[in-house]
């Protein structure tokens, strides 16, 4: 029998990896779906010597390393990952077909830990379901201009007490599309949930121009059902299968102000 003579090995270790997530399919990012097709991707911040294979849910980086090659087999040593110093990394991540809303990022990766960054969908690529959800338009107090890349977090307290959290995130004209995918049926004898809803959002932003979510601060919205009156968060009731437009109080859209 003849034997294969292994002249070199070349030895590449993954630094660091992004999972994107769909910020709609759970409530924590450890429990949420990776987005099943490719995103863009451009780096604004990276080293020099770093290799990048984005695809499908992920982007994994490696470092260039300075001696590859490895003359003959690698023994378990050479296989070893190196301890290397962490680096910045920051970009813009899009879609091209417009499903997703783009957002800025910028972490500390090397550690090989991986990372798992939330992007939501925008109304175009939002799916209903029987559950229902809530749609609506945001806009300044005031100057009535829309309220570009707003992140809306509804908790819903259920029959039992407990709570469900959904999110979704404005568009840069400010519509949103809230699905509630998660929300389970009416208990017999129940007509509502009642939930609370607030709203994360900048003052100064341009809709040409993606946001880093973790930059967004709190505000207030406009009562549906008072004229005039702010608060932090809203309440509401929720009925499942309802897809329910909101709006804020004799306006045709939900008013924003800085808190």
């Not at 034997?3 to 030895?11: D, G, Q």
């Not at 809530?134 to 407990?162: D, E, H, K, M, Q």
Request: aromatic share 6%; hydrophobic share 40%.
């Amino acid at each position: 029998m003849s034997s294969l003579k292994v002249l070199e090995t070349n030895i590449l270790h993954a630094s660091d990896v992004i999972f994107w997530l769909d910020g709609t399919t759970a409530e924590t990012p450890s429990d949420m779906l990776r987005i099943a097709q490719p995103l863009a991707l451009q780096l604004t911040t990276r080293p020099r010597d770093l290799l990048v294979v984005h695809g499908s849910g992920k982007t994994a980086f490696m470092r260039r390393p300075g001696t590859p090659i490895i003359n003959g087999s690698a023994t378990a040593a050479d296989k070893h990952r190196p301890v290397q110093p962490t680096f910045a990394v920051a970009g813009i991540v899009s879609d091209p077909e417009g499903r997703y809303i783009p957002r800025r990022f910028s972490i500390v990766a090397g550690n090989g830990v991986g990372h798992g960054l939330v992007v939501y969908p925008t109304p175009l690529g939002t799916r209903i379901s029987p559950a229902g959800g809530l749609i609506g338009t945001l806009r300044f107090n005031g100057s009535n201009a829309p309220v570009p890349w707003a992140r809306l977090t509804l908790v819903v307290t259920n029959a039992v007490g407990s709570t469900l959290s959904f999110c979704c995130q404005a568009s840069g004209s400010g519509d949103f599309m809230l699905p509630l995918n998660r929300l389970p049926p009416l208990p017999e004898g129940i007509d509502n949930y009642s939930a609370q809803l607030r709203i994360e959002a900048l003052a100064a932003v341009n809709a040409d121009s993606p946001i880093d979510p973790a930059d967004l601060v709190a505000m207030d919205m406009g009562e549906l059902d008072q004229d005039n009156q702010f608060s932090s968060p809203i309440g509401l009731t929720i009925v499942p299968g309802e897809l329910r437009l909101i709006r804020s109080s004799n306006r045709d859209h939900v008013a924003v102000q800085p808190s």
